[in-house]
């Protein structure tokens, strides 16, 4: 298996670049906010509690996420491997999925960490808000909560994987094809160790 993260702030392109990447190596990809809204539209029990922390731009608990994470982890066993684009976003997070990932021996291969600055991913998600319909792109009050959040709970994530050697950051500012060419080369140097 060869497992990736696809890391950074509110409106780096996450969801643009995993696209792209899961079309390229036939991974499966798992994002935590499209599970989450899709829970939101069907109206169930979770979708509703984890509502009322997206539309302030808060983290949804750990317990939360990580349930869901398990359950998509089971539901593939024949993956040849995972994206997770959004996940995950706190250290305790972090721990969850090495501990679930080595229960299939496997392993986390590359965290790719996508760089844009503050005014851009501003920028970027005021602009998505005029059509996406994503309550939590229609103003800068919650933008700036999501983007305080990744500060102060997600950021530490970037260490954790460090200190294993996985980190490699690139710059996410740009036009979509350079960048994405940029995270292809990471994954095939990867590949090879
Ligand atoms: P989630 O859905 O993960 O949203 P996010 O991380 O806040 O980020 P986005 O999806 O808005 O941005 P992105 O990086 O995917 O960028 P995109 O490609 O869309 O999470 C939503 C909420 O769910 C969280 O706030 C939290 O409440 C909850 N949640 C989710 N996961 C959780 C977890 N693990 N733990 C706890 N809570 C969790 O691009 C953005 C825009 O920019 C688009 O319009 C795109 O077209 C444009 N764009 C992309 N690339 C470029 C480029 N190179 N140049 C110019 N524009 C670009
Ligand atoms: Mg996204």
Redesign the pocket.
């Known amino acids: 298996m060869f497992n990736v993260i696809l890391f950074?702030p509110?409106?780096?392109?996450?969801?643009?670049?995993s696209e792209k990447l899961v079309d390229r190596y036939g991974l499966i990809h798992l994002?935590?906010?499209?599970l989450?809204?899709e829970e939101i539209t069907n109206r169930t029990a979770l979708g509703l509690e984890?509502k009322k922390?997206?539309d302030s731009?808060?983290?949804?608990p750990?317990a939360v996420?990580i349930g869901m994470i398990r359950s998509a982890i089971k539901n593939n066993p024949d993956a040849e491997g995972f994206l997770f684009?959004?996940?995950?976003?706190?250290v305790a997070?972090s721990v969850a999925l090495d501990e679930l990932l080595a229960e299939n021996h496997s392993e986390i291969n590359a965290v790719l960490a996508l760089e844009v600055s503050e005014s851009e991913l501003i920028e970027?998600?005021l602009?998505?808000g005029k059509t996406s319909g994503r309550s939590?792109?229609v103003n800068q009050e919650i933008i700036r909560a999501?983007i305080l959040?990744y500060e102060n709970k997600t950021s530490p994530v970037a260490g954790y994987y460090d200190q294993f050697g996985k980190m490699v950051k690139l710059k996410?500012?740009?036009?979509?094809e350079s960048?994405f060419e940029a995270l292809c080369n990471e994954i095939e140097a990867k590949k090879l160790v």
């Open positions: 950074g509110p409106g780096s392109g996450k969801g643009t670049q994002s935590t906010g499209n989450l809204r984890a922390y997206m731009g808060q983290l949804v750990d996420v684009d959004g996940f995950p976003r706190t997070q970027r998600l602009n998505r939590d792109d999501r959040e996410g500012e740009g036009d979509v960048i």
